[in-house]
C-alpha cells in the first residue's frame, strides 16, 4: 500500500518566507526541491499591475531556483535574483523570471516568463510583470503586460490585454482566465485569426471558452462575428475546431455574402469541403432567388446548393417552386425538385413527383404525376411526363395525357401525347385520342381543344358513341372528321364535315342505320334530340317488335328525337321513301313514294304519317292513324 496524504484539517501550512531566507542565505541552491508549499488561501483577482519596487530588501540572492511541491502538482521559479521583505511578506524576482507548473506525472501545463515577479505571503498571489509570455503546450502562447496567479483553484488571471498565437492562428483580447494545467481558458474582447494557404477564418467575439480535448483545440465564442469564405456570419454561440477546420454556429446565426444573405437556427461550416450546411428556418437570398428550408447544403465553390424541408421553396420573378428536397445551382439559375413538387406562377400550377427548372432557358420538365392547372382551360391536365417552354407557354404531355374537367358532365379527355398553348388557349391530342363527357365517348387518332371556344375538333376514324347499362337510346355515329361544342364542359352538338355513318338504337327494338355526307347531331342529358344530315342523306329504319322497315332519302334530312326516341323525320331534295309496314291484323304491306320534300311521323316508334310535296309519286298505305 502506497502512502496517504493526511487530512486537510492535519496538513501542515508551510510559509514560502523562511525558504526564500535561506535561499538568499545559502545562495537559493536546489535543496530546495524538496520543499512542500500549501498554498490554500483565497484571494481575489486584482486589476491593478503588481507593485515591483520595494524598498530595504531583508536579504537578496541571484540565479534562484525553487521547486515548490503539493500533492498533484510542482511548480518550479526560476529568477535572474530575488529580494525578500519580511515585514510586508513580500518577495520581488526580477530578470528573465519563469514559473513553470506540472501535474503529477510530470507533465507541462502552463509555462510562465517574465521581467518581474511578485510574490505575496500572505494570500499566495503571484504577479508577473513585463513582456509576459505564457505557453500553453507546445503550439500555444500567449503575450501581454501582466499577469496573477491565485492559489485558489490555481488559477491564471490576465485582467489586461493579450495576444495569443497557435499554430495557425493569433487571437487578441482581455481578461483571461485559465488554470495551471492549461487545458482550458476564457477571455473577452476577442478578436481572432486563423490562416491556412488556401482560406482565413476572422473571427469577433464578445468571450471565448476554450479548451484542449485529446491534444486538439475547440474554441467556443460567444455573440460572434466570424468572416470566412467571402462569408460574414453573426451568431449567439460559434463552436470553432481549427484541427479540423469546422465550424458550428448556433443560437440563431445570419450570413451575408457576395451573393445575397441568409439565416438559420444552426450553421456548419466544412472550410476543407468547401461546405455549409444549416438547419431550422432556413431562408436564403441568391441574387433574385429566394430559399426557404429547413435544412440547406451549399458547396460554395461550385455555388450549388441543396435544400430540403416540408415543403423546401424556391422563389424567383414570381415563380415559385415547393418540394421536399431540391438541388439548385446558382450560376446556371437551375432548380431540381423531388418529391411533391410543386410549380406555381400567377393562376398556373403544376405538381410532379420530380421537376428539373431551368430559368436562364425559361424551360420546365416534370415527371410522375404531373398535373397542370390554370386560367388557359378549365380542369386539371395531368400525364406521367412534363415538357414546358415557359416564355413561349408551350408545352407537351406524354404517358396516358388527360385533361379532367368537373363540371356537370365530368368531362375526361386523353391522348397518348399532347401539346399544348396556354397563350393560345388550345390542347393538342395525338394517337388513341378519347373524350368522354357523362355518357357520351368520342375516339380518334387526333384531337384539338380550343378552350375559349369550348370546342374539340377530331380526326382520323372519329367515333361518336353512348354506351349505357342498358340497351336505351344508344348510339354510334362513324366520321372522318367531327367537332364537338361544349357547354360548361359538357357535350351539346357534333358537327360532320365529311362523310359518315352510325347507328341508333332506342331500345333494343327500334334501330336506325344512317349515312350522309356532313352533318350535325345536337345532345341533350347525353341523348340524342336532333341529327342533321347535311348531304347524300340515308336513312333506315327498323322496329323489329312489330317487323316493320323503312327506308328514306334525300339531299338532306334532319330526325328529331324526344325520350321515347325518334318521332319525326324532314327530308328534302329528292326525298325518297320506302317501307314494309304490317297494320294491326293485317298482312305486310310495301310503300314507296318520293317527292321534292318529305315529313315522316313517327308514334309509339311506327312510322305513323307521311306528307309529302309539292308533286307525289308512287303509293302509301300508313300502318294506322297518325298525327
Same mark, same amino acid.
Given at each position: ?23 538568499? #542565505? ?15 488561501? #483565497? ?9 515591483? =519596487? ?35 511578506? @513580500? ?143 453573426? #451568431?449567439?454561440? /460559434? ?17 451575408? +455574402? ?125 400525364? %406521367? ?14 404517358? *396516358? ?8 358532365? %365530368? ?14 388557349? /388550345?390542347?393538342?391530342? +395525338?394517337?388513341? #385520342? ?60 357534333? =358537327? ?14 327500334? *334501330?336506325?342505320?344512317? $349515312? ?9 342529358? %347525353? ?7 347535311? $348531304? ?41 321513301? /320506302? ?17 321534292? @320534300? ?18 307525289? @309519286? ?6 294506322? %292513324?297518325?298525327?
Amino acid at each position: 500500500m502506497g502512502g496517504r496524504s493526511p487530512p486537510p484539517e492535519h496538513r501542515v501550512h508551510w510559509s514560502i518566507v523562511p525558504i526564500l531566507r535561506r535561499a538568499l #542565505c545559502h545562495g537559493a541552491r536546489p535543496f530546495f526541491g524538496a520543499v512542500v508549499l500549501l498554498l490554500n488561501h #483565497c484571494a481575489p483577482i486584482e486589476p491593478d499591475a503588481p507593485r515591483v =519596487e520595494a524598498p530595504d530588501a531583508d536579504a537578496e540572492a541571484r540565479g534562484v531556483f525553487l521547486q515548490l511541491n503539493r500533492p498533484g502538482a510542482r511548480l518550479e521559479i526560476r529568477a535572474d535574483s530575488i529580494s525578500e521583505y519580511s515585514e510586508r511578506q @513580500e518577495a520581488l524576482a526580477t530578470g528573465s523570471v519563469r514559473m513553470a507548473f506540472y501535474d503529477a506525472s510530470g507533465q507541462a501545463g502552463v509555462d510562465l516568463r517574465a521581467d518581474r515577479m511578485h510574490l505575496d505571503h500572505r494570500t499566495g498571489t503571484i504577479a508577473m510583470a513585463g513582456h509576459v509570455l505564457m505557453h500553453m503546450g507546445d503550439s500555444l502562447s500567449a503575450r501581454t503586460d501582466s499577469l496573477r496567479w491565485h492559489p485558489e483553484g490555481e488559477r491564471v488571471a490576465i485582467p489586461g490585454t493579450l495576444r495569443i498565437e497557435m499554430a495557425d492562428g493569433v487571437e487578441t483580447g482581455r481578461d483571461l482566465e485559465t488554470d495551471s494545467s492549461a487545458d482550458s481558458w476564457a477571455l473577452s474582447d476577442v478578436h481572432g485569426r486563423w490562416q491556412w494557404a488556401d482560406e482565413e477564418v476572422d473571427v469577433r467575439a464578445e468571450r471565448e471558452r476554450s479548451q484542449r480535448v485529446g491534444g486538439a483545440l475547440q474554441v467556443r465564442y460567444e455573440k460572434a462575428e466570424l468572416q470566412v469564405a467571402g462569408m460574414q456570419l453573426r #451568431c449567439a454561440l /460559434a463552436h470553432w475546431l481549427p484541427d479540423e477546420r469546422q465550424l458550428v454556429l448556433g443560437g440563431g446565426v445570419e450570413g451575408v +455574402d457576395s451573393s445575397g444573405a441568409f439565416s438559420a437556427r444552426h450553421v456548419e461550416v466544412d472550410i476543407d469541403q468547401k461546405e455549409l450546411r444549416a438547419r431550422g428556418q432556413v431562408r436564403v437570398q441568391r441574387g433574385q432567388a429566394q430559399l426557404e428550408a429547413e435544412e440547406w447544403r451549399e458547396a460554395w465553390r461550385e455555388h450549388r446548393s441543396q435544400i430540403a424541408g416540408h415543403p423546401a421553396r424556391y422563389r424567383r420573378a414570381g415563380r415559385r417552386m415547393e418540394a421536399l428536397r431540391m438541388d439548385y445551382e446558382r450560376d446556371d439559375e437551375r432548380v431540381e425538385a423531388s418529391g411533391a413538387v410543386l410549380f406555381s406562377e400567377g393562376e398556373r400550377m403544376m405538381r410532379a413527383q420530380t421537376m428539373v427548372y431551368d430559368s436562364r432557358r425559361d424551360v420546365l420538365r416534370a415527371g410522375g404525376g404531373v398535373s397542370v392547372k390554370g386560367e388557359a382551360w378549365e380542369g386539371v391536365l395531368s400525364g %406521367d411526363s412534363l415538357f414546358f417552354d415557359l416564355r413561349a407557354e408551350r408545352g407537351w404531355l406524354l404517358g *396516358t395525357p388527360r385533361l379532367h374537367s368537373r363540371e356537370e358532365n %365530368d368531362l375526361r379527355w386523353e391522348a397518348d401525347s399532347m401539346h399544348f398553348d396556354m397563350a393560345a388557349r /388550345a390542347l393538342m391530342g +395525338d394517337g388513341q #385520342c378519347a373524350l368522354s363527357s357523362g355518357d357520351v365517348r368520342i375516339r380518334a387518332q387526333r384531337s384539338r381543344y380550343a378552350a375559349d371556344a369550348q370546342r374539340f375538333t377530331f380526326g382520323e376514324g372519329v367515333v361518336l358513341e353512348r354506351r349505357t347499362d342498358g340497351a336505351f337510346n344508344q348510339y354510334r355515329i362513324e366520321a372522318d372528321s367531327m367537332v364537338v361544342l361544349l357547354d360548361d364542359g359538357v357535350a351539346q352538338r357534333a =358537327e360532320i364535315g365529311g362523310a359518315l355513318s352510325g347507328k341508333i338504337a332506342i331500345d333494343g327494338q327500334r *334501330t336506325s342505320w344512317l $349515312s350522309g355526307s356532313g352533318g350535325a347531331f345536337t345532345l341533350r342529358d %347525353d341523348r340524342l334530340q336532333q341529327v342533321d344530315l347535311a $348531304s347524300d342523306a340515308d336513312v333506315t329504319y327498323r322496329h323489329a317488335g312489330r317487323d316493320e322497315v323503312s327506308r328514306f332519302r334525300g339531299d338532306s334530312m334532319v330526325l328529331y328525337f324526344d325520350e321515347g326516341g325518334l318521332y319525326q323525320v324532314r327530308v328534302e331534295g329528292d326525298a325518297r321513301l /320506302a317501307s314494309r309496314l304490317v297494320r294491326a291484323g293485317s298482312e305486310a304491306t310495301v310503300n314507296s313514294v318520293k317527292g321534292s @320534300e318529305m315529313d315522316l311521323y313517327f308514334v309509339d316508334g311506327s312510322l305513323a304519317k307521311v306528307k309529302v310535296g309539292p308533286d307525289i @309519286e308512287g303509293h302509301y298505305l300508313p300502318a294506322e %292513324d297518325g298525327p
